[in-house]
């Protein structure tokens, strides 16, 4: 039989275990630096039944003591290994995925399926990131030649290119931060601001190759870059809420 000893244990690391998935799904938007929005009530729920297991098993544990000797025996020694991520979920939050990541991995392909609807007349014009690319190399109506476009991401830096270009940068989760993609729009010109920077550029797309064609790059010739504070949908390529 399992000792009451070996089951406490189990208790506190199960119970440590729920504290922290609340911790960062509930009781803070830490969660969001990892996994969608939609992922967050079924954090919640495991982070409860994690933490309701614990409670049960202690509650067992406290009733077998007064019924059978002690089992001073340990746990394994890989369960402790629990104890570290249960411990970070509470203590320390690694920070959001942003240039570091980007920077590591090729741009998001970006497909449009249909036709193009025509461009409202807006000026400047708010676009996400994924529908300039597509503007830029399949429209062959060159919609976006001449048109002011403001879009928002996050800078990641170019070590290695020349002053002024970077990349403004959104990156995208499917479901959590180990399938996550980005949208990349170089952009020249502008101040050079520190990596994972959230801000709001105008400019007009840089000319090169043919637009409309896989010739012509996803760029940006800037005209005014400014801070914003990252947005609520941080991990969505679309327009900023809030």
Not at 212 to 231: F, H, I, M, Q
Request: aromatic share 6%; with cysteine.
């Amino acid at each position: 039989m399992k000792g009451p000893g070996k089951r406490s244990l189990r208790a506190g690391l199960l119970a440590l275990c729920g504290l922290g998935l609340l911790h960062v799904s509930l009781f803070t938007d830490l969660c969001l630096r990892y996994v969608k929005e939609g992922m967050r009530l079924p954090l919640v729920a495991s982070g409860a039944v994690l933490l309701l297991l614990g409670i049960a098993s202690a509650a067992l544990d406290r009733t077998e003591r007064t019924e059978e000797p002690h089992d001073h025996s340990g746990l394994p020694r890989v369960s402790w290994l629990l104890l570290l991520p249960a411990l970070s979920l509470l203590f320390y939050a690694p920070p959001a995925l942003g240039a570091y990541t980007a920077a590591r991995q090729p741009a998001k392909i970006v497909v449009h399926d249909s036709d193009f609807d025509p461009l409202p007349a807006t000026s400047p014009l708010p676009m996400t990131l994924s529908d300039f690319t597509s503007r830029v190399r399949e429209d062959r109506g060159q919609a976006i030649m001449g048109r002011t476009i403001r879009m928002t991401g996050f800078v990641t830096p170019l070590p290695g290119t020349r002053d002024g270009e970077w990349d403004l940068t959104r990156i995208i989760l499917n479901c959590c931060a180990a399938d996550a993609q980005s949208v990349k729009v170089r952009v020249h010109g502008g101040p050079r601001l520190p990596a994972d920077t959230w801000v709001t550029v105008t400019g007009t797309w840089h000319p090169g190759g043919r637009l409309g064609t896989k010739s012509a790059p996803v760029a940006l010739d800037a005209r005014t870059v400014t801070e914003v504070p990252r947005p609520s949908n941080g991990y969505q390529d679309a327009l900023p809420l809030g």
